[in-house]
């Protein structure tokens, strides 16, 4: 299969569910089923989304957190949750469902069922369920604006950096091996905080809410990269971004870390994937609090092509990044 | 692992949810999202759920219609569907899609969203939405009382002697070779209807919507076999059954085919699985309409066992079927 096939069938599906049905497309399914219910499912494949050997625990973690992502991306409140779990022989359901009940409470969400089969590799499918927020309204894909502003709700490419990291040690997990290749303290702190947010993504639910809460705001969660999914954002609305190089906001150690991986901090910023971060636009003059972290990167523009800005030079940023039908794109 | 880790486990997730939660147990979570929403997921893994090698246009419809069935045993009516797809590159995604979405158009089903993935075997986790009828409320396992009479919604264990014939002969389909060690025109008629009903499930919906409008009924649809589904309805409800071997309603020539499959035809009809019928319960006296193609087949009782009655002879039926975790129990 060839690079972003995943969008393409996309666009196929699209064409055969039909017009004026506009619900491929946005993080989550926004469904009008008794005054607004956003539906979204995710997939974590054993080998495919996570290193092999990963802890159920942290697996079950990082299974809501990446949907809990998709849900905070169109501003709805988390309510429901089912899960659909393969898994081999000797799996510790156990420390799995623990660990995912865990989660679950505290981001308020009801574990209202599931299915249960035998396979390898583990694979586990959750669909989430969530409601409009009282007095707001869903976010989509599809209401950015030219001259809005876009923002990020954090910094990008650490997530990758991290699995880059666990990719070269032993067993994945919180207290994985860094690797001797990375030097210097600076590096192998920033290792450490890679590792962990790659494992453990903080889904940004406080800040989607508080954009459902505007007046008109689009957002789209970072799973596949800044790059593909600014594409996507810009497709739906269709409008096309100017981005700025200099603006992207790096965790600390970040380049140096990228340095000892052997990986160019802009390309990993880019297309590196996983970060969870909401990626979004607001009119100009709406400003998100500062105490959710918010960077302005870029803006929207009424020409249709998605330009990165480098210093004094421009070019058209390709939707690098990854495609789940094609690998890295 | 051992035998009925599946029920183990789910009983063990109870305790952890919480009383007062009664959402496991039910073939759909009934949920209390703006006045009654049913959820449902059901995986297919090739290989696991399916015999490799089948056409993804007959997978997609199974699976469809396997979902359906969960909510046709609560009553609900059909709204929406998630997928979450992992397939080996080559897989015919189109082929699929062609197929899930004109099934979900027979339906009434919209397909709202998804997550696609690259992994093999096929992994196929379909999450459904369904309404609470107009008129109408959900059913659940835990409504059978003593003194209710049993009722099948069809023929047991025709689609186990399919699943069966499938697994002699080469790719599975429609037109799957008959193997010639089943003799007679009777057991090769009979072999070609169990294929397709293996393959080709249909969920009892019009049952289900009939039920729905009953003051009291209880339902279960048989997915891993008669006597296991029993005994999960009895747990549910707190009481017991007994039921008569020689009602089992059995479909043409089905004794032919068992005797050439070397299978009992009553370890099949009680255990084989994936009948996708519905077992119900009513007040005696409330009969579903003939054409519904129902046969009363016992009695719940206060008694808490669940007994088998075979002429004079009357034996504790175990819980034998398919269990997900542990196989065949």
New interface residues.
């Given amino acids: 299969?060839r690079p972003h096939d995943?969008d393409r069938?996309?666009a196929?599906?699209r064409r055969?569910?039909g017009p004026g049905?506009p619900?491929?497309g946005?993080d989550?399914?926004l469904?009008e089923?008794?005054?607004?219910?956003a539906?979204?499912?995710?997939?974590q494949?054993e080998?495919?989304?996570y290193l092999p050997g990963l802890d159920p625990a942290l697996m079950a973690a990082r299974l809501l957190a990446v949907n809990l992502s998709d849900l905070a991306a169109c501003g709805a409140e988390p309510?429901?949750a089912?899960?659909?779990l393969?898994a081999p022989?000797g799996f510790d359901?156990?420390g799995f469902?623990?660990s995912l009940?865990a989660a679950c409470r505290r981001h308020g969400v009801?574990?209202?069922?599931?299915?249960?089969?035998?396979?390898a590799?583990t694979?586990a499918?959750l669909?989430l369920?969530g409601?409009r927020r009282r007095g707001g309204r869903f976010l989509r894909r599809s209401a950015a604006r030219p001259g809005d502003l876009l923002w990020l709700g954090g910094t990008v490419g650490e997530s990758a950096a991290g699995r880059f990291v666990l990719a070269l040690g032993g067993a994945p997990g919180f207290r994985a091996p860094v690797p001797v290749s990375i030097r210097g303290a600076a590096a192998r702190a920033a290792a450490r905080r890679a590792i962990r947010r790659h494992l453990a993504p903080q889904p940004q639910l406080e800040l989607g809410a508080w954009l459902a809460h505007r007046r008109r705001a689009s957002a789209i969660d970072l799973s596949d990269g800044l790059a593909r999914d600014l594409h996507r954002l810009c497709r739906e609305s269709g409008v096309g971004a100017e981005i700025d190089a200099e603006r992207l906001p790096l965790a600390l150690g970040f380049t140096e870390l990228c340095a000892a991986l052997g990986h160019g901090p802009l390309e990993l910023a880019l297309g590196g994937g996983e970060d969870y971060v909401l990626l979004f636009a607001l009119p100009e003059g709406v400003r998100p609090p500062h105490r959710l972290g918010c960077t302005a990167i870029g803006r929207i523009t009424a020409r249709r092509a998605v330009v990165l800005i480098e210093g004094s030079t421009r070019r058209a940023l390709p939707p690098m990044g990854w495609d789940?039908?094609?690998?890295q794109g």
């Fill in positions: 299969m995943e069938l996309l196929w599906l055969r569910v049905r619900l491929i946005d989550a399914a469904i089923l008794h005054g607004g219910v539906l979204t499912v995710d997939t494949i080998g495919v989304h309510a429901y089912l899960l659909a393969a022989p359901h156990q469902f623990r009940l009801r574990l209202a069922g599931g299915d249960l089969a035998r396979s590799p694979t499918a669909t369920v409601r789940h039908l094609a690998g």
